[in-house]
């Protein structure tokens, strides 16, 4: 009886462990499933959340290179319907009316050529503007290198000027034209800024070889290592205030100026006196050929 209780409780152990093997079994399989399909349903999930990322990225970019071409085109349209956008490049050379030394035509073929620094100065409405676009279309149509203005709207110029907002943008080798109101110059900066903006703008310049021509008003905030760095001097007539209140250094170049214009007859905007290692007088310049009172209100506005 003994041992037929013992087959009977060994019977049921087998019983129970087989049993309890086919319950983990299933147990484990099922959460083997379960961890399947949830990985899939993450795995699909994440699949789908990049695609759907990668879908808006790329339907955006689309709508920025949309939108910008639409404007690009507009801008387009707009600007060969202006009359000055599609005008070429004339040359109209300055005319020497009094030589007080050296050669005018050395000076000149500096200007079309070689890359120099040149500082155009003088009493506002005294034509620095006019003369620095008429020097800069001089420049390429001897030459043809690129030529470009800081901080001046494409609407306002030819085709062959091209407007940037930063030096560092003009190439090598090209002509610039930088009027001081377009530059961050607020009435607040410290003298020690303006410099340094100035002194950052020759630095640059003389690596990539550019042509830059300044136009300033205000002389006096411009450092006298600054003014050594110049290869040229072109001065506008002066307001009896400059010439009363401007450093020595200055006031002199004011002095001839005023001296050399008084003996001269017509419209003191068109004349300008030159100074530099090559020539030194008095010569006379046109309007540029592209000029209207769009461009000439344009410039007034970035020096207000």
């Given at each position: 009886m003994t041992r037929k209780r013992?087959?009977?409780?060994?019977?049921?152990?087998?019983?129970?462990?087989?049993?309890?093997?086919?319950?983990?079994?299933?147990?484990?399989?099922?959460?083997?499933?379960?961890?399947?399909?949830s990985k899939s349903i993450k795995g699909i999930y994440n699949v789908t959340s990049r695609i759907w990322w990668l879908i808006s990225k790329l339907i955006s970019?689309?709508?920025?290179?949309?939108?910008?071409?639409?404007?690009?085109?507009?801008?387009?349209?707009?600007?060969?319907?202006?009359?000055t956008y599609g005008k070429r490049a004339m040359f109209d050379p300055l005319q020497v009316l009094e030589a007080i030394s050296g050669d005018y035509q050395v000076s000149e073929k500096r200007i079309h050529e070689?890359?120099?620094?040149?500082?155009?100065?003088?009493?506002?409405?005294?034509?620095?503007?006019?003369?620095?676009?008429?020097?800069?279309?001089?420049?390429?149509?001897?030459?043809?290198?690129?030529?470009?203005?800081?901080?001046?709207?494409?609407?306002?110029?030819?085709?062959?000027?091209?407007p940037i907002e930063n030096i560092e943008d003009a190439p090598q080798g090209s002509a610039l034209l930088v009027d001081e109101g377009a530059i961050s110059f607020g009435s607040r900066d410290s003298m020690s800024k303006t410099n340094k903006?100035?002194?950052?703008?020759?630095?640059?310049?003389?690596?990539?070889?550019?042509?830059?021509?300044?136009?300033?008003?205000?002389?006096?905030?411009?450092?006298?290592?600054?003014?050594?760095?110049?290869?040229?001097?072109?001065?506008?007539?002066?307001?009896?205030?400059?010439?009363?209140?401007?450093?020595?250094?200055?006031?002199?170049?004011?002095?001839?100026?005023?001296?050399?214009?008084?003996?001269?007859?017509?419209?003191k905007r068109g004349f300008v006196y030159l100074i530099d290692s090559d020539f030194e007088g008095a010569v006379s310049h046109s309007l540029p050929s592209f000029w209207t009172e769009s461009l000439s209100k344009n410039q007034a506005k970035d020096k207000e």
């Open positions: 013992q087959q009977i409780n060994f019977l049921w152990k087998i019983t129970g462990w087989i049993f309890k093997g086919i319950f983990l079994g299933i147990w484990y399989l099922l959460k083997g499933i379960w961890w399947l399909i970019s689309l709508y920025r290179v949309t939108s910008r071409k639409i404007k690009e085109s507009s801008e387009k349209r707009k600007l060969r319907s202006s009359p070689d890359s120099i620094i040149s500082l155009i100065f003088g009493k506002r409405g005294s034509g620095k503007s006019a003369l620095g676009f008429r020097l800069l279309e001089n420049i390429h149509h001897k030459t043809g290198r690129k030529c470009f203005v800081l901080g001046v709207s494409q609407e306002n110029m030819p085709e062959w000027i091209s903006g100035l002194a950052g703008i020759l630095a640059i310049a003389r690596h990539k070889n550019l042509t830059v021509l300044f136009i300033t008003q205000n002389t006096g905030m411009i450092d006298k290592n600054v003014l050594k760095l110049s290869d040229m001097l072109l001065v506008k007539q002066g307001s009896l205030l400059q010439l009363e209140m401007e450093r020595p250094e200055i006031k002199k170049f004011y002095e001839k100026a005023d001296s050399a214009f008084k003996k001269l007859e017509g419209d």
